[in-house]
């Protein structure tokens, strides 16, 4: 892709962002025209709608395009981290850590916070025991062995949530914990995005930073370190940075699958496998479908439906699609 190819993409992109969340704040069981909307921002107009808006809608609004992007540009890292395109931000049981970190916070009636804590350093120590393990090991491709501990680690923490499910009060507890493994926005505030912002963006701009070094590491370590790259402390800044943006964001909106598996791919057909140009486009497009997919969820049923059921829905299909269409973009 040319630059000036590059510039318009980036400038459609970001068009469609503006479109989609001007949408979002539109839509939903209570319906708003583009003047009401515009005059709830400045702070005028009807009351009910200011509060619709400004306290509802628009930290939907602003946690959706930041879970889309979050969990988009981890998934790119991660695939091309492990040079697999069926890899997804929880390959290392990130997301498995973060799920058994936030049961276990709902199941000690913790406070929001707590659980959004609980889940965070749950995230994070379940890639931290798994890159200890995979380092103990030191044996055979350490890209295979990362992955098959991530497997087994994600097993663990998946049979331990169950566990905690079955000890979890009926009434009470286990409604709660089953609602936030399926995803959702529906009681975000600013106050659950204020924390997960810094870690994102710090998280995402490592990313960036390494974009070209990441690049290196799809041609295997021994080119890696012909061209001067050292793949193993790359590997771990890598993991750390992906890892650290998907745990911030689970923490606030709950597991929520698909986005970082399928998006990517989605990327790769626009801009190329070239992790420079496709970690920017990944991003955009995530954000934009995860609008998207919120907006829908708030709005298709007189009940919310969690997120996580409808990004299945919508990309357990396409990924099939892409399998149909046997495509080679990945090489």
Request: hydrophobic content about 60%; overall charge positive; glycine content about 14%.
């Amino acid at each position: 892709m040319t630059a000036g190819g590059g510039w318009r993409l980036g400038a459609a992109l970001l068009a469609a962002l503006l479109v989609l969340a001007g949408a979002a704040l539109l839509v939903g069981p209570y319906a708003l025209t583009p003047g009401e909307v515009a005059a709830a921002l400045l702070g005028q107009g009807d009351r009910q709608a200011g509060i619709v808006v400004r306290q509802v809608r628009l930290p939907r609004v602003a946690a959706a395009l930041l879970l889309g992007a979050a969990l988009a540009s981890a998934g790119a890292a991660y695939q091309a981290l492990f040079r697999n395109p069926l890899v997804s931000p929880d390959i290392l049981g990130v997301s498995a850590g973060a799920g058994l970190g936030a049961v276990l916070g709902i199941f000690l009636s913790l406070p929001v916070l707590g659980i959004q804590l609980a889940a965070f350093a749950g995230g994070l120590g379940a890639v931290a025991l798994v890159w200890v393990v995979a380092a103990a090991v030191q044996r055979g491709d350490p890209t295979l062995v990362l992955v098959l501990t991530g497997v087994v680690v994600g097993a663990l923490a998946g049979a331990a949530t169950s566990l905690v499910k079955v000890l979890a009060d009926p009434y009470d507890q286990l409604p709660a914990i089953t609602f936030w493994l399926l995803g959702s926005l529906a009681a975000v505030t600013p106050a659950d995005i204020a924390p997960a912002l810094p870690a994102v963006v710090l998280g995402l701009v490592v990313l960036g930073l390494l974009r070209w070094r990441i690049n290196v590491l799809g041609m295997g370590d021994e080119e890696a370190r012909a061209l001067g790259v050292e793949a193993g402390r790359l590997r771990l800044w890598t993991v750390v940075a992906a890892t650290l943006v998907t745990a911030s964001v689970t923490a606030v909106a709950g597991v929520v699958g698909w986005v970082g598996l399928v998006i990517p791919h989605v990327g790769r057909m626009l801009v190329g496998p070239g992790f420079g140009r496709l970690l920017p486009v990944s991003a955009a497009v995530g954000a934009g479908y995860l609008l998207v997919v919120d907006t829908l969820a708030r709005s298709i049923a007189a009940t919310e439906v969690p997120l996580g059921i409808l990004t299945a829905a919508i990309g357990a299909p396409f990924f099939i699609w892409l399998l149909a269409r046997g495509r080679r973009g990945w090489s």
